[in-house]
């Protein structure tokens, strides 16, 4: 009986950090913190959508900014569909526009990756009875 739990303990964590994957804010929407979701939600899809304007679409390239394109994939798997784009296209971007947008993108991505952790890390500590607060 205690194995089950503890398996089904393993796959809450699985699902808290996919679905913080999937929405920025999404993990601890699950876990019942509304307001940290929506704070964390606004934050990284502001800076996501600031970098892409102020560099275009063409700051996702995972063909020549691979480093780039691995910080830039954390905000959500949408970001795989737009270099999936640019990847196909001629999205060129040079000079100190573009390195300002992969510099945003990337950002908004490794702060959803600290959320990510934050909330399955949350959803631990309150799963095994801890306090976390």
């Known amino acids: 009986m205690a194995q089950r739990s503890r398996e089904s303990h393993i796959l809450f964590l699985l699902i808290v950090g996919l679905v913080?994957?999937?929405?920025?804010?999404?993990?601890?929407?699950?876990?019942?913190?509304k307001r940290h979701a929506i704070v964390i939600f606004v934050t990284i899809a502001a800076l996501f959508v600031v970098g892409?304007?102020?560099g275009?679409?063409?700051?996702?390239?995972?063909?020549?900014?691979?480093?780039?394109?691995?910080?830039?994939?954390?905000?959500?798997?949408?970001?795989?569909a737009l270099g999936h784009v640019t990847a196909k296209g001629d999205y060129?971007?040079?000079?100190?526009?573009?390195?300002?947008?992969?510099?945003y993108t990337?950002?908004?991505g490794l702060l959803n990756l600290l959320c990510i952790v934050n909330a399955v890390y949350l959803a631990h500590v309150r799963g095994t009875g801890g306090a976390a607060d």
């Open 106 to 108: 990337s950002i908004g």
């Open 52 to 54: 892409l304007y102020v």
């Open 92 to 103: 060129g971007v040079y000079g100190k526009p573009g390195e300002i947008g992969q510099i």
């Open 20 to 33: 913080g994957w999937l929405v920025p804010g999404g993990g601890h929407a699950v876990i019942g913190e």
């Open 56 to 80: 275009s679409i063409g700051v996702i390239n995972p063909v020549s900014a691979k480093p780039w394109y691995l910080a830039q994939i954390l905000n959500s798997p949408a970001v795989a």
